[in-house]
């Protein structure tokens, strides 16, 4: 069977510097090497996906929203292992047409996937679920990484001059999805603006929002990809900013700033974010990191059936009905960050999704996201007082992605 034969292969991992590596003298050979990288890896990576959804117990994948996944990755293989060595330009346009098309019709698999993890509570050891989702989503972390890396690049070398330094890229912005030096400091104060203006708009202008003050090493900066780095910090900015708020203990008086504090050592970029909204309830501490466990179960699985509509390409998922609904909306735009075009905007939806969509997914994402590229994140909890998060990034970018979970190499 086709599927056994991809699971014998193993995923070749990449850093950020091997991904901008391709992308920094960008010739013919190049590109077309990096396309055979995605068709053989693609493959690849769903195929050990498909394989540990086929070890759940029958009662698992028998959830709507999870067999829908297994049924979107199960076409995608199909259709990614048929695909003949890229040779030429035109090879490589008809693919990227069917990476397109695919990253689209899989805009929604976190909600699915999230919504499917909270529905069979109980059938699943919660740290096996917990495990499963990890995995889950740091694959398809990597497969879009990869994809949306080599699509880019495609773009770059058919519109060079729409990017005048990246065929010679000393001192190029950006190579791909990549920004060679994402500056700590204005990141913070990027998400941070977006996020205070998001909460302005869901709680009213009357309500007063906490200043962020940003101290430490504020040059410091790192290659990574943007969105990525945007979506951590936005979560955890937000977190803190609604905590804060929802304290209600201030009044008409300004409410106590969220101190962010950037500290650069040789290896890292390390972020704290320090809050006085009260500290973690108790309720929700010891289930932080859970896909599975946590209160408000019903609205959680509620708020995310919402998110594909979010997307703007998706219609609502149908919770607590056989059959998931799939999108057929218009085209996925280009959303602008930084002046530089990002692909498929899902991340970038989740992160500007209105504060009261409470999907109890940020913080365990947030972590995967950290984790990937070889970072982490904890969160020590003041209990009363408030929540210091502490972000490291690993800042040379020489590190492998990260495809396996500490849950995985605890068990
Ligand atoms: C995903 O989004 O889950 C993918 O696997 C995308 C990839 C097939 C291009």
Redesign the pocket.
Known sequence: MALDEWVQREARPISLRQLTFFGRTLTEPRLIDSANYCRLE?PT??AHRLRDIQTLPYVVVANPHLAHVYE??HR?FER?RRIKEIRTLDDNDHYCKL?EE??KE??S?IPQLAIGMLEVQGLMKPEQTDRFMNTMLK??IS??V??EQHLALTETFHAPWHFPNAQSAQDTEAVGEIFLRCNAKEIVERCGNTTQELIRQAYGSHVAIPEIRINGHLDATFPYILSHLEYIIGELLRNSIQAVIELRQWKDAQPPPIDVLICETPQHVIIRISDQGGGIPTEILPHLWSFSKGPRRQTRIENLGKVPKLLGTLQELKVGDKSPSEGQGPKDGFSNAGGHPVHHSSLASLTSRPPNLRLGIGLPMSRIYAEYWAGSLEMHNLEGFGVDAFLQISKLGNKNERLTTRAMMDA
């Open positions: 693609i990576r769903i979107l990755y995608a990614f990476l695919t990253l899989h805009a698999v694959s398809r497969r879009r990869i994809a």
